[in-house]
């Protein structure tokens, strides 16, 4: 193996722009006073000019959103089926749509338990089939 020689090599000393600490003669860990003064020489952010506005766009795909489908009737009565015979498991119940995304099924799902409690229950409970 070719150990550290693949590495690049810092050229002169490193630069830092903070309190530093030094071992003394006596081996004890102390501050260094002259660490605590801003050297001139030391190049600072603003001394290189104004800093130029740098705009950031937009990320419109970040959170990829399905758009808004109305849900047909018989969408709806393929969705009671789907309660029927997978329950409450909506990955399940999602595989009877493919134009609709999970959270498509977990809004409707949402959307019914409120709207139609007793249909759903009754889907779930009564009518249900097994598989």
């Known amino acids: ?15 830092v722009l903070g309190p530093q600490l030094c071992l ?55 969705f009671y089926e789907a309660l029927r015979l997978y329950g409450t498991d909506l990955f399940l119940v999602q595989t009877f749509f493919r134009n609709k995304s999970a959270a498509q099924v977990k809004t409707k799902y949402s959307k019914e338990l409120k709207k139609n409690p007793d249909r759903v229950a009754e889907a779930l409970t009564t009518q249900s089939r097994k598989l």
């Open 24 to 78: 003394d003669e006596s081996g004890n860990i102390v501050l260094n006073q002259s660490s605590l003064t801003k050297g001139l020489t030391v190049e600072s952010s603003h001394d290189r000019g104004p800093v130029e506005d740098v705009s950031v766009e937009q990320f419109d795909g970040a959170y990829r959103k399905t758009p808004a489908m109305k849900w047909t009737d018989q969408e709806t009565d393929e």
């Open 1 to 15: 193996l070719g150990g550290h020689a693949d590495l690049p090599q810092a050229s002169g000393a490193p630069k």
